[in-house]
Structure formats: C-alpha cells, structure tokens
C-alpha cells in the first residue's frame, strides 16, 4: 500500500518508519586498515609517476632517437 504524506510517497506505516529510521542512522565504522591502503597505493603510484617523469626529462631525447635508429634500421 503506498501513501502520500506530505507530498512524499512512502511504502511504509507511520509506525514501519518510526521503527526503521533510527536503524538507517546508525553508522558503521570506518576501517583505518581500508584508509591507510588508499594512502599507501596512492604514494607508491605517485613516486612511479615521479621517477617516470624525471627519467623522461633527462633521457627523453636518447629513447626518442634509438626508437628511430631501430626503426629505421628494421626498415632497410
């Protein structure tokens, strides 16, 4: 049976609500093991994405020129 209540359509007896709505609002704790996974997986991704960049900013051009050479070498 659905009724109206204020505007709002709602399945639910005024007394099925009272009894279900405090259940709704209790809270599960949050699991720091869960929280300091995140930070860890993020920091190593992080100092790979680092390392990645710095080794691009100092060896870009000499993997950029092999990557031709050998292209052009497999061509001929």
């Known amino acids: 049976m659905i009724r109206k209540n ?4 709602t ?3 005024k007394s ?3 009894q279900y709505a405090p259940a709704m ?3 599960s704790p949050r ?3 869960s ?4 930070v860890a997986i ?3 991704i992080g100092v790979l994405l680092a390392a990645t960049l710095i080794g691009w ?14 292209g052009l070498a497999w061509c001929f």
Not at 6 to 9: I, L, Y
Not at 35 to 38: K, N, P, S, T
Not at 57 to 70: P, R, W
């Open 42 to 44: 993020t920091a190593t």
């Open 16 to 18: 099925a609500r009272t």
């Open 11 to 13: 399945g639910l007896s």
């Open 57 to 70: 900013s100092e060896h870009g051009t000499a993997i950029l020129y092999t990557y031709a050479q050998d």
């Open 35 to 38: 929280a300091l996974a995140i």
């Open 25 to 27: 609002e209790t809270r």
């Open 6 to 9: 204020s505007g709002h359509v």
């Open 31 to 33: 699991s720091p093991v």
